[in-house]
Antibody, heavy 118, light 107 residues
Framework: EVQLVQSGAEVKKPGESLKISCKGS????????IGWVRQMPGKGLEWMGI????????RYSPSFQGQVTISADKSISTAYLQWSSLKASDTAMYYC???????????WGQGTMVTVSS | EIVMTQSPATLSVSPGERATLSCRAS??????LAWYQQKPGQAPRLLIY???TRATGIPARFSGSGSGTEFTLTISSLQSEDFAVYYC?????????FGGGTKVEIK
């Protein structure tokens, strides 16, 4: 079964750093892009960026460029989303996604809830 | 950036009725348009890609149409499990964008 399994919920304070993960299984991890989508509480979906684990080619939405870092470790089939200094406005659910052969997001992780509060 | 606009924001429909959701792109996205369904507390699920192709396991009551800048998702006969929020997304270029969503609620 093709799946993406994300790390668990996080509660952090403003200014702290964080790295959340997304492990792919059931398919060739290096052959598909993996992206990240943000959903703030009660709001819609926002595409953040995407990485190709095969060569680490990474693209960011202008809204998130410089705010987060997307990376991947192909040796363990895992993608990451990290922040160097969290803000309260980073409180959201974060989903990793895999575009299929059609380029639409056919596989979604279960989501990681990040709460940033003093 | 291509802006995706969905309408209406909320659609009140009785079970068994037809629901028609619209999505408009600020510039042409060809047929590079997907629809997703999201239920409370769940991750979104791909329904339609390529504007009109149902994803694996999606019931035939869901259909998509359109190309260029105007797209429609139709649910022919709403079932109880179809009450959810629906998002369109364009993937015509790497700067992917979603619409704001349409909530389909029970009338």
């Amino acid at each position: 079964e093709v799946q993406l399994v994300q790390s668990g919920a996080e509660v952090k304070k403003p200014g702290e750093s964080l790295k959340i993960s997304c492990k792919g299984s059931g398919y060739s991890f290096t052959s598909y892009w993996i992206g990240w989508v943000r959903q703030m509480p009660g709001k819609g979906l926002e595409w953040m960026g995407i990485i190709y684990p095969g060569d680490s080619d990474t693209r960011y939405s202008p809204s998130f460029q410089g705010q987060v870092t997307i990376s991947a470790d192909k040796s363990i089939s895992t993608a990451y989303l990290q922040w160097s200094s969290l803000k309260a406005s980073d409180t959201a659910m974060y989903y990793c996604v895999r575009p299929g052969s059609s380029d639409a997001f056919d596989i979604w992780g279960q989501g990681t809830m990040v709460t940033v509060s003093s | 950036e291509i802006v995706m606009t969905q309408s209406p924001a909320t659609l009140s429909v009785s079970p068994g009725e037809r629901a028609t959701l619209s999505c408009r792109a600020s510039q042409s996205v060809s047929s590079n348009l997907a629809w997703y369904q999201q239920k409370p507390g769940q991750a979104p699920r791909l329904l339609i890609y390529g504007a009109s192709t149902r994803a694996t396991g999606i019931p035939a009551r869901f259909s998509g149409s359109g190309s260029g800048t105007e797209f429609t998702l139709t649910i022919s006969s709403l079932q109880s499990e179809d009450f959810a929020v629906y998002y369109c997304q364009q993937y015509n270029n790497w700067l992917l964008t979603f619409g704001g969503g349409t909530k389909v609620e029970i009338k």
